[in-house]
């Protein structure tokens, strides 16, 4: 076959000198091109169809086209389609049903006719069927060839396994058919059509080699098997008669009635209404980051203006706001049904194919076509064999009537060169079908709707991630504490920043008290909880040193600016005593906390010694002691919760003292109140934009009664363990939980023997605590903290603190101002 534009062959070449150019040229196949128009007749005969069907093209062109090609005959089973088969005569009825309009897809297959000519002889012959969409009259092409010639043994290398060939058929006709090498024919390929990249013509070669069958390029960006490139000669065809109105013009003479700009001003009037269509689509999607109703938006907005049915489906990863692998999905791919929006009657497609179904779809599919490869894929008419070839995805269910003899589109949802998803659209069979100039549309649609989609998706993704490193950062504090019940709120100060650097935290100290925590880091985003995390960090550290609390703000201040000056905090830290009913507050310019009296239900809003932010450097911290009742509530937020810009923080902190009394069931019922007033406070005021986060901790104050508590001091000698033990029996016996006697003895023996052993001067102090657990705390005056060893068999010591791990609930060691406390908790028995 000419590499050019085709042309009849010189009367003396006739088909023994196609035979003997065949034989002098193995790479080289006869291959028999016809085309047929919308009336079933023929519009194109090459020089190839002429050798194979014995037909001059002076006889074929305008003949109808089941009269030319013999098409009598049974094709054999599909698996035996290229193994061995009967003898029929004739191409088949897989073409008859092509000529006949009875096929909307490409069709193939192996037969064997009586060539005309040959003296009754016998042809193997390769057939393909591809029909062809668009604006113009062909509908039909049809490819044939001599099986012998395509499937004789290879005279070249052994890779080749088969011949490229391009043929200018009719004006916008590429056709790729034959086969040297892959990678050889994919570097020459450029070569012969210059508008082609390399890239591009190593996919059309993967394609040829794996499918079997020519490929038929409408351009360098469409990637159907079969579809015509009309914009050339349309383009070339208006460009002439725009030429022939001007000459008939300059020579006065009447336009010619084929010069109306009739049927270019019907052409623009569709363009202009499919680009309305396109506008009005991206107003109404996208109007939500939120993934669930981009996705109902997208179904609703072509439904029913441009398709009847449209099923929406998803990658598992972005229905779930993850990220997923790239590359191009492929047969395991799991793909998420998210949405279908129809036109039938209600509940038809429920029960059939459900919304939230997941499903992999196989290669030989039109979906799996446009995941990989990202391109439309339309399907004029559903026939009952495609129809059967989809249904057998569904298990179970018949799919067939709900979309054979529909017309179909398939669009690929991408974003950045990645396919996020597909659309399944269907018009019902009395609707017009799905044209070239709907594919566009389609393809054009689902672009918009996929970056709609993509930037929901992100937007999900990265509220997810904010939200995982805010709550990864943010302690989870339990709701008892010794001697105190605590409740705590987070709330980001807005939905696109869920990150930030306001902080709360509570540690437990020794001798049951409890340190509460509330902190904001300067700004907003990653690098404010960055540093909202070290800061963090710190507290804790120093807090279980037992430092007073303006000791540790002076160290947390030079902390900060060790770390850089960039930032700035502010920051409350107080502990709680509930055996001396005590708080020691220290401030670093954090707003005041609010103490509301559970005597009669005032508050007050603590005033303590400001002090300067952490991170300003050089300024005092001072510390102040106030006394507390049982039941007293102590409130302490960040100013995102009282600070509105543009209104007095007073306004906020009068309306938090008075929220802060209203009584509550509960004390996260309590945290809600003050959330709930607040924000009308600033609602009523016009100022219910809030831009700052919102931490908030609440603290009810219980106490712990003196006869919950037991405390002895016993003299450096190692004759007062079992005076301790007997201490600890007596005391447990009083309390009525004697079932903890053994084990509490048992480790009390080694916690007061390691203290008399390591102090130095101060005698050893041992405090039993009922309260939620029974706590056991043993001080001394050292202030190296004990090791949990392994302990061998011959090894007299370092079993201790293994009984303790063992038998506790929980143990502990921290240093004091005078040493070191080592604790246990043991879990009290139900009453």
């Known amino acids: ?15 023994n000198s196609a035979a003997a150019d065949d034989t002098a040229d193995p790479g080289r196949v006869p291959l028999a091109v016809v085309v047929v128009d919308r009336d079933g007749l023929v519009s194109h005969w090459s020089t190839g169809a002429r050798r194979l069907f014995g037909v001059a093209k002076e006889e074929a062109i305008g003949a109808p086209a089941i009269d030319l090609l013999p098409v009598s005959g049974a094709l054999p089973e599909p698996e035996d389609t290229y193994g061995e088969y009967g003898a029929y005569d004739g191409l088949g009825p897989g073409l008859e049903s092509s000529l006949d309009h009875g096929l909307s897809y490409p069709a193939a297959g192996r037969a064997r006719l009586t060539v005309p000519g040959r003296d009754g002889e016998r042809a193997d012959v390769l057939w393909w069927a591809y029909p062809l969409v668009g604006p113009g009259r062909e509908r039909l092409l049809v490819l044939a060839a001599d099986a012998a010639a395509v499937l004789r043994p290879q005279q070249g290398p052994p890779e080749s396994s088969a011949v490229l060939a391009v043929e200018r058929i009719a004006p916008g006709f590429a056709l790729h058919t034959d086969f040297p090498g892959a990678e050889e024919l994919a570097r020459r390929l450029p070569d012969i059509l210059p508008s082609m990249s390399v890239g591009e013509s190593a996919r059309i070669v993967a394609q040829i080699l794996e499918l079997g069958y020519p490929v038929l390029e409408f351009s360098q960006n469409d990637r159907v098997p079969v579809t015509p490139d009309w914009g050339v000669a349309r383009r070339v065809e208006r460009r002439e008669r725009r030429e022939r109105a001007a000459r008939a013009a300059a020579e006065g003479r009447p336009l010619p009635e084929d010069l109306t700009d009739e049927g270019e ?26 993934l669930s109703r981009t996705i109902i938006e997208v179904s609703k907005a072509v439904v029913p203006r441009f398709t009847d049915v449209a099923g929406t489906y998803l990658r598992e990863q972005v229905v779930a706001g993850e990220g997923f692998p790239d590359g191009v999905p492929d047969t395991r791919t799991m793909w998420h049904r998210v949405a279908i929006e129809h036109t039938d009657e209600p509940g038809r497609w429920d029960d059939v ?9 196989p290669a030989h599919t039109p979906f799996f076509q446009c995941m990989t490869t990202g391109q439309p894929v339309l399907v004029p008419r559903i026939s009952e064999q495609m129809g059967h070839a989809i249904a057998a995805q569904f298990e179970k269910r018949d799919i067939r009537p709900l979309i054979t ?33 709907d594919r566009v549309t389609g393809a054009e649609l689902a672009a918009r709707a996929g970056l709609v989609l993509d930037n929901a998706r992100m937007y999900t993704y990265q509220e997810s991630v904010a939200e995982t490193l805010q709550d990864s950062m943010l302690p989870h504090i339990p709701p008892r504490m010794a001697g105190c019940d605590i409740a ?3 709330l980001p100060g807005t939905l696109l920043g869920r990150v930030g650097g306001d902080w709360f935290d509570s540690v437990k100290l020794p001798g049951a008290r409890t340190a509460l925590v509330v902190g904001d880091v300067m700004g907003h985003g990653l690098n404010s909880a960055a540093m909202m995390g070290q800061l963090r960090t710190a507290v804790q550290t120093m807090a279980a040193l037992d430092l007073p609390p303006a000791r540790l703000l002076r160290n947390l201040d030079d902390l900060a600016q060790r770390l850089g000056d960039t930032y700035l905090a502010t920051c409350l830290y107080a502990v709680y005593d509930p055996i001396a009913s005590e708080l020691h507050l220290a401030n670093a310019g954090h707003i005041p906390p609010v103490l509301v009296r559970a005597a009669d239900g005032r508050t007050e809003l603590l005033d303590l010694p400001t002090g300067a932010p952490i991170g300003v450097g050089g300024v005092p911290f001072e510390s102040m002691t106030v006394r507390v009742e049982p039941g007293d509530r102590l409130v302490m937020c960040t100013d995102g919760l009282v600070e509105v810009r543009g209104e007095d923080i007073g306004v906020g902190l009068a309306a938090l003292c008075e929220s802060a009394a209203h009584p509550a069931a509960s004390m996260d019922d309590a945290c809600d109140t003050i959330i709930r007033a607040l924000a009308a406070t600033f609602t009523e005021a016009g100022r219910g934009d809030r ?64 203290a008399v052993r390591h102090s130095h001067r101060q005698p050893v102090t041992l405090r039993l605590v009922r309260g939620e657990n029974l706590l056991c705390e043993v001080d001394d005056d050292d202030h190296d903290l004990p090791t949990l060893l392994s302990a061998l068999p011959e090894d007299e010591a370092g079993r201790g603190l293994r009984v303790v791990s063992t038998l506790a609930r929980e143990w502990g060691a921290s240093r004091t101002g005078a040493g070191k406390s080592v604790w246990f908790e043991l879990t009290l028995p139900r009453r």
Not at 7 to 15: E, H, N, T
């Open 488 to 490: 705590t709120r987070y």
């Open 691 to 754: 831009k700052d986060d919102v931490a908030l901790l609440m603290a009810r104050l219980n106490g712990i009664e003196p006869d919950d508590v037991a405390e002895w001091r016993f003299p450096l000698d190692p004759a007062e363990v079992p005076r301790a033990r007997a201490a600890v029996r007596e005391q447990l016996h009083d309390w009525g939980l004697a079932k903890l006697a053994y084990s509490a003895e048992l480790m009390v023996s080694e916690l007061v023997t390691n």
């Open 265 to 290: 001003d019907l052409e623009y009037a569709a363009v202009r209404e499919r680009l309305e269509f396109l506008n009005e689509v991206s107003g109404r999607i996208g109007t939500s980051l939120d």
């Open 353 to 361: 194919v459900p919304v939230g179904e997941a499903m992999p779809f």
């Open 405 to 437: 003899g529909r017309s179909m589109l398939v669009v690929p949802l991408k974003a950045r060169n990645v396919v996020l998803g597909f659309m399944v659209l269907l018009r019902h069979p009395e609707r017009t079908e799905f044209n070239d100039m």
């Open 1 to 15: 076959m000419d590499r050019g534009t085709e042309r009849d062959a010189p009367p003396s070449r006739g088909a």
